[in-house]
């Protein structure tokens, strides 16, 4: 996939960003717990196509999310105006 393309891509339902899951060739936007399938390298962006996730991959993403930043180097970005 290219990250370009992934940057442009919005959940169609809320408008939020989508997480790019490589393994399981999937963009999911955790906001309405659905993962859209990539198909051949093209994004899937039909709610109707979508899988609802379960609360258990939603709970896994979202830490994984969390860990994965705990290298921050902005301690600044919390005083942003
Ligand atoms: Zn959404």
């Given at each position: 996939m290219d990250?370009?393309?992934?940057?442009m891509l919005v959940c169609p339902l809320c408008n939020g960003k989508l997480k790019?899951?490589?393994d399981a060739q999937e963009l999911?936007?955790?906001y309405d717990g659905l993962a859209y399938p990539i198909q051949e390298g093209?994004?899937?962006m039909l709610p109707e196509e979508a899988r609802v996730?379960?609360?258990d991959e939603k709970l896994h993403s979202s830490s994984e999310r969390s860990s994965g930043r705990s290298s921050g180097?902005?301690?600044?970005?919390?005083?942003?105006?």
């Open positions: 990250k370009e393309l992934l940057a790019y899951d490589r999911r936007c955790h093209i994004p899937v996730m379960d609360v180097r902005s301690p600044g970005r919390s005083g942003d105006a």
